[in-house]
């Protein structure tokens, strides 16, 4: 797998575990019709399917007995008003397709704004279900992140704690640890 200079730039900032994930990006392609950004591709390689501070779970394509291999289950889904989400919200304020890729266990999800064919250029928007509002981020998954943990973008998520200063990243495979 290629490397991602914001993934490098994450490993100095949170240890990735033991083990990433394996996944075959010709299948996904072939079983849902989309090709994933590299930052994510290269993020879900080093990091894999799991939690960052025990509290934003990542999500990647089935893998093994993930538990987080549930990326693909909501692409048909809608993400806005009238959906069968438990816990309602203003619809995302634009005609994009979003796709979820990360959630909390307060209700919020971080998705990919699908502003183009090039999946390198989608962009990141943030549901925060306790203040009924979206915030956006123009840049990719692992940018984000990493804007998030180092503080030059501030956290659009509901716990007050989250990012910690010592972010620790926790794989699927570790949780049972």
């Known amino acids: 797998m290629t490397t991602h200079g914001a993934v490098e730039r994450l490993r100095e900032i949170m240890a990735p575990p033991s083990h990433g994930d394996i996944v075959d990006w010709d299948a996904v392609h072939a079983q849902c019709?989309?090709?994933?950004?590299?930052?994510?591709?290269?993020?879900?390689?080093?990091?894999?399917?799991?939690?960052?501070?025990?509290?934003?779970?990542?999500?990647?394509?089935?893998?093994?007995?993930?538990?987080?291999?549930?990326?693909?289950?909501?692409?048909?889904?809608?993400?806005?008003?009238g959906s069968e989400h438990p816990y309602p919200y203003p619809p995302y304020p634009g005609p994009e397709k979003l796709i979820r890729w990360a959630s909390d266990p307060d209700g919020d999800d971080a998705f990919w704004v699908l502003r183009s064919e090039d999946p390198d250029q989608w962009s990141v928007a943030v549901k925060n279900h306790q203040a009924r509002s979206w915030s956006s981020f123009d840049g990719g998954m692992a940018e984000f992140l990493l804007a998030v943990l180092t503080g030059r973008h501030p956290s659009p998520f509901s716990a007050a704690d989250f990012p910690s200063r010592r972010p620790l990243y926790r794989n699927w495979r570790d949780e049972d640890e």
């Open 33 to 81: 019709g989309l090709h994933f950004p590299q930052d994510y591709r290269a993020f879900v390689s080093v990091y894999g399917g799991g939690t960052l501070d025990d509290y934003l779970g990542i999500s990647t394509p089935p893998t093994g007995d993930s538990f987080y291999g549930d990326l693909l289950d909501d692409l048909g889904s809608p993400t806005g008003e």
